[in-house]
């Protein structure tokens, strides 16, 4: 990240902050897999306020909330405030305020309120003089997508620290950072719809058959090996969801048969983007990208359903500090 000039308290003054979004899950890996997307990215500015605690000055979008106690950035830019302050920092003024402009889809599946928290911890925390660690920074990111998503890291690790992240364990929390093979490319369908994750995850299953457990399972394993190895094809077989996919693939009109086109036209696999709608396709190189792209944004038109689609890459960096 990018050191900013000090302010008082060897504080900044101003900061903004610049988040991707990813895909959660990453097929079989349900909340312990996911990869920062390269692209779109939601931004946050903070700035020192005369107000007390957090004013959230724009949410981002009308759909989202005004309320800085309902908005993930203020949510998760309040916790940081709160700890630094517990700890004894020196503050600039009595609070912040957080300006959020949103490139990502609402309730679109690209990890967006993710990408937010991530956003408004950072900002908060490069006002504050950046002096808390990885886990406390994830803490506060935490407990707010848990708020609007549930308690899971597999959107929020990878927005903030980049790449592909496995999720060893939430209570505690311990993540690691994934080699990305190399040439993968990623194919994001975006049909016109939206699906809260809390409707997503309210389909789940309580419980699954051990033959169920034991094929996720080995599923994760092979993706972690094939990341390790650089093996694209073992990475594209193991995208095989035998949980989510299929209790959400009800709710996604055209999903099934995207999945179908992407296969066809020669992805290595392909799934749903965290809760949805999203689909992902995973490619090697360029070129099948984009004939994925196409296959999948055409079998969503004859669905009746308008989808944009972009080729990308993992996002290697994560959250960005800029300088303002």
Same mark, same amino acid.
């Given at each position: 990240? %990018?050191? #900013?000039?000090?302010?008082?308290?060897?504080?900044?003054?101003?900061?903004?902050?610049?988040?991707?979004?990813?895909?959660?899950?990453?097929?079989?890996?349900?909340?312990?897999?996911?990869?920062?997307?390269?692209?779109?990215? @939601?931004?946050?500015?903070?700035?020192?306020?005369?107000?007390?605690?957090?004013?959230? #000055?724009?949410?981002?979008?009308?759909?989202?909330?005004?309320?800085?106690?309902?908005?993930?950035?203020?949510?998760?830019?309040?916790?940081?405030?709160?700890?630094?302050?517990?700890?004894?920092?020196?503050?600039?003024?009595?609070?912040?305020?957080?300006?959020?402009?949103?490139?990502?889809?609402?309730?679109?599946?690209?990890?967006?309120?993710?990408?937010?928290?991530?956003?408004?911890?950072?900002?908060?925390?490069? $006002?504050?003089?950046? %002096?808390?660690?990885?886990?406390?920074?994830?803490?506060?990111?935490? $407990?707010?997508?848990?708020?609007?998503?549930?308690?899971?890291?597999?959107?929020?690790?990878?927005?903030?620290?980049?790449?592909?992240?496995?999720?060893?364990?939430?209570?505690?929390?311990?993540?690691?950072?994934? !080699?990305?093979? @190399?040439?993968?490319?990623?194919?994001?369908?975006?049909?016109?719809?939206?699906?809260?994750?809390?409707?997503?995850?309210?389909?789940? !299953?309580?419980?699954? !058959?051990?033959?169920? /457990?034991?094929?996720?399972?080995?599923?994760?394993?092979?993706?972690?090996?094939?990341?390790?190895?650089?093996?694209?094809? #073992?990475?594209?077989?193991?995208?095989?969801?035998?949980?989510?996919?299929?209790?959400? /693939? !009800?709710?996604?009109?055209?999903?099934?048969?995207?999945?179908?086109?992407?296969?066809?036209?020669?992805?290595?696999?392909?799934?749903?983007?965290?809760?949805?709608?999203?689909?992902? /396709?995973?490619?090697?190189?360029?070129?099948?990208?984009?004939?994925?792209?196409?296959?999948?944004?055409?079998?969503?038109?004859?669905?009746?359903?308008?989808?944009?689609?972009?080729?990308?890459?993992?996002?290697?960096?994560?959250?960005?500090?800029?300088?303002?």
């Amino acid at each position: 990240m %990018t050191a #900013l000039a000090p302010g008082r308290s060897g504080a900044v003054m101003r900061a903004v902050v610049s988040v991707p979004g990813g895909i959660g899950n990453l097929g079989p890996g349900l909340d312990v897999l996911g990869c920062a997307v390269a692209g779109r990215r @939601d931004e946050v500015t903070a700035e020192w306020s005369d107000a007390p605690g957090v004013t959230l #000055l724009e949410a981002g979008h009308p759909d989202l909330p005004s309320d800085p106690a309902r908005h993930t950035s203020a949510i998760a830019a309040a916790a940081v405030f709160d700890v630094a302050r517990r700890r004894g920092a020196q503050l600039s003024a009595p609070g912040i305020s957080l300006r959020v402009r949103k490139e990502l889809p609402l309730a679109g599946g690209q990890g967006g309120s993710a990408a937010s928290a991530v956003a408004g911890a950072v900002a908060a925390h490069a $006002l504050l003089g950046s %002096t808390l660690d990885q886990t406390m920074l994830l803490q506060c990111c935490l $407990l707010a997508e848990e708020t609007v998503a549930g308690r899971h890291l597999d959107n929020i690790a990878p927005s903030l620290l980049g790449g592909i992240v496995l999720v060893r364990s939430v209570d505690p929390i311990d993540v690691v950072r994934l !080699p990305v093979p @190399d040439g993968l490319r990623i194919v994001l369908a975006h049909p016109a719809q939206r699906l809260r994750t809390s409707e997503a995850r309210g389909v789940l !299953p309580a419980s699954v !058959p051990r033959a169920v /457990a034991v094929h996720q399972i080995a599923q994760v394993a092979a993706i972690v090996a094939a990341c390790h190895a650089n093996d694209l094809a #073992l990475l594209g077989r193991s995208i095989d969801d035998h949980i989510a996919e299929p209790a959400r /693939a !009800p709710l996604l009109p055209g999903f099934l048969d995207a999945k179908e086109a992407a296969m066809t036209a020669g992805a290595l696999g392909a799934s749903i983007s965290g809760a949805g709608p999203t689909a992902f /396709a995973l490619t090697a190189g360029e070129e099948v990208a984009e004939r994925v792209a196409a296959a999948m944004q055409a079998a969503y038109e004859r669905a009746g359903l308008e989808c944009s689609v972009r080729v990308t890459h993992v996002d290697p960096h994560g959250a960005v500090v800029k300088t303002a």
